[in-house]
């Protein structure tokens, strides 16, 4: 328990100290959000059943966020970690490779919901969004988002064989998830194709559930988000143990 | 004295590839045991097996009383190891290593004290990417010695360092064995194990062909003494036939060079004429009978290196 303490506090330190986690977890989607709020305006959009675009970017970038900080920013550190030996070095004590792992994923968590809490920060305080769902479902969702994707990012890391190659492949995941998942545009714009291809990318499933727990629909409305996203999540931890390598 | 390491009949491939092949050897408490070899002889495989990181094919392992595959856990709280190849993240500074991995032990050492011993203090709130190399193996030592080890692995531990990092740490060394904890190094500097290990073994082809003290060794395989000089003239035929039996004599561009081997002392049937206790007086003594002139006499012991190159040969390896 010690360990996985201490473990965590460096890891959010380290975290922290990198420049392209935080900015990509923290100050990125914020720039988004001002981006919409700048070019949307303020008006109600027949398309999202009368809210603000504004309103709707907030649990899309949150959306953003979790996949940033599961697929790069978990993949870089954990391929980076075993690449130079530093997973190497941590065999060598008493420590078991849980620990390291889980240290991992609450620091991945606790900057993510620091990204979604400065959001509806600066969401209320510069475009006084409006929250019409219920907190502790809003954080539960967030929380099932998040596991369910971050485990993602660490079978990433346990089967490219170097750096440079998961980075390779996180960016060409990341992307493709981004534009198509509806986190950055409404799915709904889109040609019925390509809206197709939506619904074979877990992100969409994190996008819908937020966006709906946001505006205060009823779990019972997103019985598939949750189950495919409990699915990934239950598959995701099974392949990640699987996949780990110390060296 | 207590047994540290048993290891009996290991044997380690890689594919087609033997690592090592029937290895038994013994470490011994207290004491500073070295493993050298060529690249490649099979000493990383040897020491990871110790340390519990490589799983052996065959062979009885036991490291202070323990398994090192099946208690690996338990050996880990009580050893302190150094590895050839490891890193820490670029960003850690010195003292959150050394918090962070204290943590990891039950009962660890002060790591406060840890610091001031190795040198670091002034490094203290430097990240890892800033230390040089010297100071980066400091601080890896210190991290083998957190958990007030009994036994401590070090894996090539001066590799890359210049002379005065490593005679810095070669008195680190000896200063963990003056605290009673036995130390178990490898390393391809032959100097390093001459003048550090207690004994040392040399590992050929993934077999122990020598194992003994230094000096043990360096009597038992050494070439022998080598007396070197500078003459102007030539020199006559009569002067080689008068040397002492079994000694050989080089001439290259003015340089003689006489090897042999000084006087065989549990031989006394070998007679004191044939070999004087020390070939550098009767190469002397030869010369000025002999009226040559020569300038620049100096005599060589043979080393460890010796040793290493007559038993392993000069070929490159890999």
Not at chain 1, 143 to 153: A, Q, Y
Request: proline share 5%; with cysteine.
């Amino acid at each position: 328990m010690k360990s996985l303490l201490k473990m965590s506090w460096m890891e959010a330190k380290l975290f922290l100290r990198e420049p392209a986690s935080a900015f990509f977890t923290l100050v990125f989607p914020l720039i988004y959000l001002f981006l919409y709020g700048a070019i949307s305006g303020n008006e109600p959009t027949p398309m999202y059943g009368g809210q603000r675009t504004i309103e709707v970017a907030i649990p899309s970038l949150t959306a953003v966020i979790i996949a940033m900080a599961g697929l790069m920013s978990n993949t870089m550190t954990m391929a980076t970690y075993r690449e130079k030996g530093i997973l190497r070095r941590l065999r060598t004590t008493p420590v078991s490779p849980l620990v390291v792992l889980v240290a991992q994923v609450i620091v991945t968590f606790v900057m993510t919901l620091l990204g979604m809490v400065l959001l509806v920060v600066a969401g209320r305080l510069v475009f006084g969004v409006r929250f019409t769902g219920n907190v502790f479902s809003l954080l539960a969702g967030f929380t099932l988002g998040s596991l369910s994707f971050f485990s993602i990012g660490f079978i990433l890391a346990g089967i490219m064989p170097t750096v440079r190659t998961a980075w390779v492949a996180a960016m060409v995941i990341v992307y493709p998830m981004l534009l198509l998942s509806g986190a950055f545009f409404a799915v709904e714009v889109l040609p019925p194709f390509v809206q197709k291809i939506s619904s074979f990318i877990p992100l969409t499933y994190i996008v819908n559930l937020l966006r709906g727990l946001w505006s205060g629909e009823p779990w019972s409305s997103h019985l598939r988000d949750v189950a495919v996203l409990v699915g990934m999540l239950v598959l995701g931890v099974g392949l990640a143990a699987k996949t780990f390598r110390w060296e | 004295m207590n047994t540290v390491v048993h290891v009996e009949s290991l044997r380690k491939t890689y594919g087609a590839t033997v690592a090592v092949e029937d290895l038994s050897f013994d470490v011994r408490e207290g004491e500073i045991f070295g493993m050298v070899g060529p690249n490649g002889a099979g000493k990383s495989t040897t020491i990871e097996c110790v340390e519990g990181l490589r799983r052996p094919d065959r062979g009885t392992l036991q490291v202070l009383g323990l398994d090192p595959q099946r208690e690996s856990r338990q050996l880990r709280e009580r050893t302190g190891i150094q590895l050839q190849q490891s890193n820490l993240p670029d960003r850690m500074k010195v003292w959150e290593a050394l918090d962070l991995y204290a943590a990891f032990y039950p009962h660890p050492a002060d790591w406060r004290e840890l610091l001031t011993r190795l040198g670091l203090e002034e490094k203290r709130d430097t990240a890892f990417a800033h230390l040089s190399g010297g100071q980066k193996q400091r601080l890896f030592i210190a991290l083998a010695l957190l958990p007030d080890p009994q036994l401590v692995f070090l894996d090539e531990l001066t590799t890359g360092l210049d002379p005065q990092a490593r005679h810095a740490i070669w008195d680190l060394v000896r200063d963990v064995r003056g605290r009673g904890k036995t130390v178990f190094l490898t390393t391809h500097f032959m100097e390093e194990a001459e003048r550090l290990c207690d004994r040392v073994a040399i590992l050929d082809h993934g077999r122990i062909v020598a194992l003994d003290t230094p000096a043990a060794l360096i009597h038992a395989f050494g070439t022998g003494e080598r007396i070197v000089f500078d003459i102007t003239g030539g020199l006559p035929a009569s002067f080689a036939a008068a040397l002492p039996a079994g000694a050989t004599c080089e001439i290259h561009e003015g340089r003689v060079t006489i090897t042999g081997r000084a006087g065989n002392h549990e031989d006394p049937a070998n007679g004191s004429a044939n070999c004087p206790a020390s070939l550098v007086s009767a190469v002397v003594a030869l010369l000025t009978a002999q009226q040559i002139p020569f300038r620049d006499l100096r005599s060589e012991q043979p080393s460890l290196e010796d040793v290493f190159l007559s038993l392993t040969g000069r070929q490159l390896r890999e």
